[in-house]
Structure formats: C-alpha cells, structure tokens
C-alpha cells in the first residue's frame, strides 16, 4: 500500500501556524516541500488550502471539508478524511507515486497521524505564538532515519533541521500510557 507521510514544518514549541496562515519564511523548506510533493497527490484541510489560495502546478490536490457547496476549479474535494486517503491513494497509484503527502493543517495532521507511515518535518527553530500546533507523537512509534541540520539561509528566517520518521509500531503502541506527550525534542 502507498505510505501516507506527514510532511510538516514544526517550531521547537509544536507551533506551525497562526491566524491561518504561516508564521515564517523559510526558502529552503519552501524547496524540501516542492520536492516532497512534486507529481504526487496532496491531502490537505480546507483552511490550508485557503492560505495557499490556488491548486500548486504539478500536484493533485485533495481539500477535506464538511462544506457540500464547496468547489474549486482544478482541486478534488472531499467530504471525509477516510475518502480523502481512498482518492489520493488511487491517484498515487494510478501516477505511480511512492508516497501520499499529507499537508496539513493541524485538524488534518492529527486525524492523520495513526495512519502515517513517515513524518517528514522541518522542525524551524523558533519558538513563536500561534495557534495551529502539530499533534505530540510517540517515539514508541516512530524512529528517527534522518537528521540534517541547517543554519539559516539568506532567504530563511530561522534556522532550522530535517528530520524523517519513519513508523516502528502501529498506532497506540505503548507499554504504559504516557505521562506527558512526546516531542522528538525534549
Ligand atoms: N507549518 C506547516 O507545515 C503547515 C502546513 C499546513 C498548514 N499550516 C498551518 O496550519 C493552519 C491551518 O490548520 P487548521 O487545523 O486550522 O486547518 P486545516 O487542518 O488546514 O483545515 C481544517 C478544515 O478542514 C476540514 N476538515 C477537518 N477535518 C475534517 C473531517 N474529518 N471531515 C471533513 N472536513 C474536515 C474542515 O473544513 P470546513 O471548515 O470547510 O468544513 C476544517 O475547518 C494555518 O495556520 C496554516 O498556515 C502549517
């Protein structure tokens, strides 16, 4: 089956938005995001597509929401998160795509998190206010295959690091409930 990734960029405080829209400039990411979802089909929530404002050239997009009325030219729309991942896994498979992105924001993302099979973040090292933060993960479930770290950039805000998870054990995997959420970086 066609792994579903998360692919997200996350602030050292969980924060990945405010206001409905992004917080940061971060041209690098901007390239890590294109190459990500290049050619595959991407899941995202009505108000992230909203911040973006048009389908993004070369990708299928995918926009879950509970609105019937809604439609946009040259976007598929969708009214359920379980038909959200039946079209965009038809869509990768009949493109031949390895993966099925998952872009946010942070309603989708945690609906979406006991499905992933990757998270592929950008954790922006920052710590700003906002109001749209990604769900806490378990580090019983995810194990670290990637670092790589970067300084800020002439056209970054922040500086910031790549990092890819990759699913060890399924969804609710714990030996005792946790006390407290896990963050790859506490
Ligand atoms: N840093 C990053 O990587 C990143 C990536 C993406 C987004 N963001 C940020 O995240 C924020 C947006 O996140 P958000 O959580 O507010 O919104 P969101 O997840 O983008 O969209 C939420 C909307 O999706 C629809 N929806 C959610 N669950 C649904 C379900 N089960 N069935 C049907 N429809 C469903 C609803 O649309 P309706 O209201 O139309 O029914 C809901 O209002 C913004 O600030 C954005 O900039 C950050």
Known sequence: MIPLVLVAAVADNGVIGDDDRLIWRLKTDMKRFRALTMGRPMIMGRKTFASIG???????????????????????????????VALGRALAEKAGCDTLPVVGGAEI???????????LLTLVHASPPGDAVF?????????????????????????????????????????????KPDRMTN
Do not use: N
């Open 54 to 84: 048009k389908p993004l050239p070369g990708r299928e997009t995918i926009v879950v929401t509970r609105d019937r009325g809604f439609a946009v030219e040259g976007v598929h729309v969708v009214h359920d998160i379980p038909a959200a």
């Open 109 to 119: 993302y945690r609906q979406l998190l006991p499905e992933a099979e990757a998270l």
């Open 135 to 179: 769900p806490p993960w378990s580090v019983e479930e995810f194990k670290e295959t990637a670092r790589e770290e970067h300084p800020a950039g002439p056209e970054d805000e922040h500086a910031f690091t790549f990092v890819d998870l990759q699913r060890i054990r399924t969804a609710g995997y714990a030996s005792a409930p946790l006390t």
